[in-house]
């Protein structure tokens, strides 16, 4: 078996691999996906000169509490056709993605997984939760108290590309867990949506709406789609969100309403919104979102004192973390955390952990998707030193919650 990244021409059989690994017989691949594709990162698993399996890279930098970032090694595209399971080709994938992002000196690493339990064996944690809501239309009105600003257009999708640019910069700013968005990665958010609906079998475009201010400043978008049904007669719409942001409460709540209000529509349904969306605080039936936290993106630290240290702290304050870690064993020690006046700073330590746990629950914490309280109550943190718990909890608070804001 061999295991090397790609070269250009291997691009198709890349991508035909990884359909066949999730039992599909093809995998549409847009003109802009193509180009934001990191060859140097691409790996194949090869048998007999066919690929077997597959895993990439894409590089970000990623939003950390305090507004900073730091380089991310984004996992993406893993898969092992059926008939090379279990012979340890994923983990040897795994083993060349981990080691090409420790030599760039990337000191976390991201995942949108389709089974989270995979990951964990490597050390992923759960690190930002997302909201799925299904919202009915017909039960949700607005609190009083609210108040419509601004307007929200239709535009299209050549006209919508910048705004929807800007105005997901300005609402990530301050976002843990999202990904800074380049130049580059602009055609491949937000290029064209064109979904198949499987009733009729036709191809459903994406409208794009922008909200703008009172000053006719682009402030909140949606770009979303619309499925048709007439039951007895009767309109029955559903609007489904691709993807939404917004640069403030009252261009999120104007957005909310704008979707919630469009002629015959009965539900609008949304996944991976954050767990903070004021949705449910806009609404004075809040049952009407029904809504539904799962797993989003999963995180891990690839160096432990480089990712605490890139972060910041809501106090000072001070905390020895111990750290196993099974897939990197050179991660395996004492950690000394410490935040003064601002300034964090880590390094390995020989004293004795306040805190103990596997790598996993650091990439669980280091949003502010968990806290160290939570893992401890579910068994995965031990605290040795009383107080300990609750002094980390407050270090590692956040006051908005994490969000990655599109998948990779």
């Known amino acids: ?52 399996g597959t895993a990439a890279t894409y590089s970000f930098r990623t939003v950390v509490p305090g507004g900073g970032s730091v380089p991310a090694a984004g996992l993406t595209e893993v898969g092992v056709l059926p008939t090379h399971r279990r012979r340890g080709v994923m983990r040897e994938l ?31 944690g759960r690190a930002t939760p997302g909201l799925d809501v299904d919202v009915d239309a017909h039960r949700a009105a607005f609190v009083p108290w609210y108040e419509p600003a601004g307007r929200t257009r239709l535009v299209a999708h050549a006209d919508a590309l910048q705004p929807l640019a800007d105005i997901y910069r300005a609402a990530i ?14 055609p491949w958010v937000f290029g064209e949506k064109v979904y198949p609906d499987d009733q009729s079998r036709s191809r459903v475009e994406a409208l794009f709406a922008i909200h703008e201010d009172g000053e006719g400043v682009p402030d909140a978008y949606a770009v979303y789609t619309a499925k048709h049904a007439w039951p007895d007669s009767l309109p029955n719409v559903e609007i489904t969100l691709d993807s939404m942001a917004a640069a403030t409460p009252q261009a999120a709540a104007d957005m909310w309403r704008y979707l919630i209000d469009v002629d015959l529509v009965s539900h609008v349904k949304a996944w991976n919104r954050p767990a903070d969306d004021p949705l449910h605080w806009l609404l004075q039936e809040p049952r009407a979102m029904r809504g539904k936290l799962l ?54 330590s020989t004293g004795e952990p306040m ?37 980390a909890d407050a270090m590692f608070s956040t006051p908005v919650a994490p969000w990655a804001a599109y998948m990779f």
């Open 1 to 52: 078996m061999e295991f090397r990244t790609i070269e250009p021409g291997e691009l198709d059989a890349f991508y035909r691999t990884m359909a066949r690994a999730f039992s599909e017989t093809s995998h549409d691949v847009t003109d802009a996906g193509r180009a934001r594709q990191e060859l140097d990162r691409t790996f194949a698993a090869i048998d007999g000169g066919a690929i077997v």
């Open 94 to 124: 795994l083993r060349r993605y981990v080691d090409q992002a420790r030599e760039r000196g990337e000191p976390l690493a991201t995942l949108f997984a389709a089974e989270a339990a995979i990951y964990g064996r490597f050390g992923f």
């Open 173 to 186: 700013a301050d976002r843990p867990g999202a990904n800074l968005l380049e130049d580059r990665d602009v």
């Open 295 to 348: 797993d989003s993106l999963l995180a891990r630290p690839l160096d432990v004192a480089s990712s605490l240290a890139s972060r910041g702290y809501a106090r000072d304050g001070a905390v020895r973390i111990g750290v196993a870690d099974a897939f990197l064993p050179d991660n395996d020690g004492v950690y000394d955390l410490r935040v003064d006046e601002g300034r964090p700073a880590c390094a390995r």
């Open 355 to 391: 805190l103990s746990g596997p790598v996993n629950a650091i990439g669980a914490v280091y949003f502010g998707g968990a806290t160290w309280t939570e893992l401890a109550n579910g068994g995965m943190v031990r605290e040795h030193e009383p107080g300990s718990l609750a002094a």
